[in-house]
């Protein structure tokens, strides 16, 4: 797929780490086939060539992407990924009206084989996820809640499937809430909106935010 219209802004670079923001609609990096080589990490490398991605987000989310130069940075910051030094912080606009100010969901999660890229909770076969959820705003005349989410984990899929367990789908999503909230929106409705970690050679800190456009 290709996004001739969207342009990928680069909003840090230096010369160990590349930060991105990622449109909705783009892959973090190439799928299969020619029709799906279009990603971040290809838009990227054509103008810094030694820029190597660390994390990912889905194709439908939008937000902060840190890509690393260089295999050596590559490994220091998705060992940082890994250790969980990178703190992530998502907005999230979800169906209906969340009870409470915050919280948490703990459910393992497992490819859902026969339904692939769906993903879903197993207590048997799933690995470990954990998800803090607060609220921001509530919006009752749409009837939508707006939270600020935090992966503890990095599961694929973790956010849209936890807030689903919730009964809470993420409006616009086409994988995992039912319809009307699939058509309530024309994409979905998850930024990745902070990222916040050590310099992997300095040591100082760095943050980055992006508030969601919608």
């Not at 130069?69 to 940082?80: K, P, Y």
């Amino acid at each position: 797929m290709t996004l001739p219209h969207t342009t990928l802004e680069l909003l840090y670079v230096d010369a160990v780490l590349v930060v991105v923001r990622k449109p909705s609609g783009l892959l973090s990096v190439p799928g299969r086939g020619p029709e799906r080589a279009d990603c971040v990490s290809a838009r990227v490398q054509r103008q810094i060539p030694d820029a190597l991605v660390v994390h990912r987000l889905d194709m439908a989310t939008s937000g902060l992407l840190l890509l690393a130069r260089g295999a050596e940075s590559q490994r220091r910051l998705s060992t940082a990924f890994a250790e969980r030094r990178i703190a992530k912080r998502y907005t999230a606009v979800v169906a209906g009206q969340v009870a409470g100010e915050q919280g948490e969901v703990c459910l393992p999660l497992v490819c859902d084989w026969p339904n692939r890229p769906r993903q879903m909770v197993d207590h048997t076969l799933g690995k470990p996820a954990l998800t803090r959820w607060r609220v921001l705003s509530r919006q009752p005349d749409s009837g939508t809640t707006r939270l600020a989410l935090e992966p503890v984990t990095g599961r694929s899929h973790q956010l849209r499937v936890h807030l689903q367990s919730m009964g809470h789908p993420i409006v616009g999503d086409t994988l995992y809430a039912p319809d009307p909230w699939q058509q309530a929106a024309p994409r979905l409705l998850l930024h990745a909106c902070h990222l916040a970690f050590a310099h992997p050679l300095s040591g100082a800190a760095l943050a980055f935010d992006d508030p969601p456009a919608f």
